[in-house]
């Protein structure tokens, strides 16, 4: 007899289900979020889930063995907890692994949000006396909750009224919704059996089974048994009449009870929502709604989970959400599980009776955020991303220089000190960066950084505009502006600071103690025992009698007598023949001895036209003979013309402004003395100096501020003029912090800066402004706006200055977001790659000090008064021997 045995096989060797890995992200609202794309993103998301939402698409076969993967699933999470007295809301999606990257990539498409993946243990349900409900549809899928995309905060601001009721430390809450792509085909033939038996009057029901419905079940089936009888017994009357009795009247035939409108007592309404009639040709998910919650008091976990359940009751239309309650101990720990592990029980995925919501109901169900005037609610317990995410056109992202060796076209940077080739150690080539860095952009939860690109010397060299309210942060900008280009560019900066605010904060002294002192120079024209040259006279020698011209037509506006035809005359001749100096002008004007000394030397170097028109100003004197009766002789000088005298009607306005100019002991001291070596701006600039010039309006004059204000930017300009394409290869900037105080009333310093803002490229020369709003500095206002400019739009309260801008901050940002800018945060809008490119906003750098070697070189500024200025003292007797 032969023994058969028989085998047992094990189907786990042949089939085995496989679990998604779950990857969460935890969401962090914008203040400028919306809900009105939800319906929108839900629908292109249904299109990415349906991919694998069939058996067979999620099935794999390795020979004989299958696996079947796990259906991909989304679950919302809404977290309410309360942990060392601090409460918090936050916000959780989570996925499948393999979608995870693409679903993250949607949401930051759709929503204003800042996404970041996080573990999954924020979720986690403490143990203990946990309230759970399930909110399901009370009636068939069929029929719509009312979704009105209008209304953004219905809802959730209704939901997130539960954290009212968080009160102790430990208290936990969480509103989860899991969602799975449901097939378009199963649910268009689902829903068109129903609308069919919705047509017929007769009200489809949900797949499930509850005393309420077995009533009602046994009381249609009871009405249908006695309308049968009813049917039957009047059948066998007209079929007597008909045999005993000749009559053409028939018995009426009726229902005993009549049932008209099933549809009117299911649903309380007249008819259906057009949300109603177009559901079936609508996408759906298969989605379960789950709240729980655990506090120390039974009541209050009670009342937390009835508040968010009862909070969809704002979505009731034809439908309605309901909240159910777990009665069951081991249902409870089922659902705990769930909600735990993000991962569907076997019992859960069975049900029949799950809820269908179409992309539409589940955009007011899941996903839904806060808007502003909700945060502000709950600014406390929310976590806000404040910044506005914009994405960054390439041509700002920093690339840091870096040093490699170049091996055959192969760049090493990684220990490159030490590679050597036949013993020979490689040379070290250092890539210089092409940007300025500026600061750090987050896009997608990335850090970018973010610079000023260098490579377009006429985008580089323009105007930029730095504006905000105190403690906004743009001192701290254009210190690292300054010191970022100085130290890694070789820029040179003039700074003109009125303001003069101690400490490292003050915008020139952070900058004084940024840099080696090798690139500092400190010039403080306050100072009692020293003061500087700041005459014109090298610029004058350099550019001849083209530097006499420009001088004059610039001294012309510098005086602001364009409009006085007369004096404007005169005083283009005497500014040709002043040598750049106010003091030598001012003599020549009042000093006839020095005028006509003046008209000797013109005519020996040969300039004998501007020796013409300046000795028309000098006296001529004719000898009379006279004969008396007796036959005597005698002579006397005969005044032809009164040199002086003719002078005096016409430059009579010329002299009162330089009354205001050399009337002050500070200016007279600084533009009387002769000029000194040691003090060139043209070698400064050439060598990439940071040129300090204070002109503190606490110690000095109005009238000392403006004129010197004035004057070093013609002085910068005109330096600049005259230098060659090598000396300006560097390139400078000339830095106006607030220049609101000498600007006023100052329309040709107003011209000057204009001009340099706009056309300074030409010589690369760029300039700064730093004020609080545009309405400061409205003398160049427009000229900037039009003239391609760049900005830098810091926190201000300032409306206005948002609303001029306005064109340009769309579509990134309006005018409410715009002045919600965080400090140490600007706006960028920039002009470069022969555009003006989309704003975007950008956190500046941390103070330069701090970033690098900070230096005290507070010694400089006494230092350099005495190397480039001279004694009061010694001014004053130099003029007196002039």
Known sequence: MVNRKIKAIKLSEYFQMQKNKMVTFRITPHLSVTNNQNAKMWRMLHKLYEVYESIPA???????????????????????????????????????????????????????????????????????????????????????????????????ASIMSAMDDISDDGDFARLSVCTEAFSRKQWGRNASWAHEKLSKGRVPQRAKVTPEKVGKVLKVGMIGFINEIYDLLNDILNAVGNIFFKSD?????????????????????????????????????????????????????????????????????????????????????????????????????????????????????????????VQQRFEDELTVNKKVETDIPSIFIHKPSIKYVDIDGIKISIGSNNIKIR??????????????????????????????????????????????????GKDCAIQNFVTEGCLKHNISFIV?????????????????????????????????????????????????????????????????????????????????????????????LEDEA??????????????????????????????????????????????????????????????????????????????????????????????????????????????????????????????????????????????????????????GLAELMARIAVQGRKERLGSIFACHHIGQIKEIAEDLISGGVHWFLFKNDHKKTFERMESELKPAFDVESAMRTEKFHAINILNFGGERKPAFLVKMLPPSYERYQAYDNSYLTKRHASMYGREIDLIEAMLETA
């Open 58 to 156: 999620r099935l794999s076969r390795d020979g004989f063995k299958f696996t079947l993967r796990e259906k991909d699933s989304i679950w919302f999470d809404v977290v309410f907890k309360q942990n060392d007295g601090k409460r918090t809301i936050e916000f959780y999606v989570s996925t499948s692994e393999i979608w995870a990257k693409k679903f993250r990539e949607i949401i930051e498409n759709y929503m204003k949000v800042t996404i970041e993946e996080v573990d999954q243990s924020g979720l986690s349900i403490p143990e203990g006396d946990v309230k759970i409900r399930e909110l399901n549809l009370a009636r068939h899928d069929i029929f719509s909750l009312q979704t009105n995309a209008t209304e953004q905060t219905s809802p959730v």
């Open 423 to 472: 013993d020979e150690k490689q040379k070290v080539v250092k890539r210089k960066s092409k940007h300025l860095l500026i600061g750090h952009s987050e896009l997608k939860s990335e850090q970018l950084s973010i610079g000023i690109p260098l490579s377009n010397p006429n985008e580089f060299y323009k105007g930029y505009v730095f504006q905000g309210q105190m403690g906004a």
């Open 496 to 588: 003109i600071d009125q303001v003069n605010k101690e400490g490292r904060e003050g915008m020139v002294n952070g900058i004084r103690d940024s840099l080696p002192p090798e690139k500092i120079v400190d010039l403080d024209l306050s100072n009692e025992k020293y003061l500087p040259p700041l005459d014109l006279t090298e610029v004058m020698s350099k550019l001849g009698r083209k530097g006499a011209d420009r001088f004059a037509n610039e001294l012309i506006q510098f005086m602001n007598i364009d409009d006085m035809g007369q004096s404007r005359k005169v005083l283009r001749t005497f500014a040709k023949a002043c040598n750049g100096s106010l003091h030598q002008m001012q003599l020549l």
């Open 249 to 373: 009247k028939q018995f009426e035939k009726k229902e005993a009870i009549n049932k008209k409108s099933a549809l009117m007592d299911e649903l309380n309404v007249n008819k259906t929502s057009g949300k109603t009639d177009n559901k079936i040709n609508d996408p759906v998910w298969r989605t379960h709604i789950r709240v729980a919650a655990h506090t120390n008091e039974s009541l209050r976990s009670e009342l937390i989970v009835n508040t968010i359940g009862s909070a969809f009751s704002e979505l009731a239309g034809n439908n309605e959400l309901v909240p159910v309650k777990i009665h069951f101990k081991k249902r409870r720990e089922e659902i705990i599980n769930e909600l735990n592990s993000l991962h569907l029980s076997s019992r859960t995925k069975a049900n029949a009776d799950v809820s269908l919501l179409s992309c539409d109901e589940i955009s007011k169900v899941s996903l839904q955020l806060p808007t502003a005037s």
């Open 594 to 747: 020095y005028r006509v000394e003046r008209v000797r030397t013109l005519r020996s170097s040969g300039n004998n036209r501007l020796a013409d028109e300046l000795d028309k100003y000098t006296t001529v004197i004719e000898i009379e003979v006279k004969t008396n009766a007796k036959g005597e002789t005698s002579t006397k000088d005969k005044v032809v013309r009164d040199g002086q005298k003719s002078l005096d009607g016409k430059a009579a306005a010329i002299l009162n402004r330089l009354d205001q100019f050399l009337g002050d002991e500070t200016l007279f001291s600084i533009f009387a003395q002769p000029p000194k070596p040691e003090m060139s701006f043209e070698n400064w600039m050439k060598e990439g100096k940071t040129i300090i010039i204070r002109v503190p309006d606490r110690v000095l004059s109005q009238v000392a501020v403006k004129t010197l204000a004035h004057w070093i930017t013609l002085k910068v300009l005109m330096t600049r003029l005259l230098m060659d394409n090598e000396g300006q290869k560097n390139g400078a900037f000339i830095v106006f912090n607030e220049p609101q105080t000498y600007l006023s009333d100052n329309p």
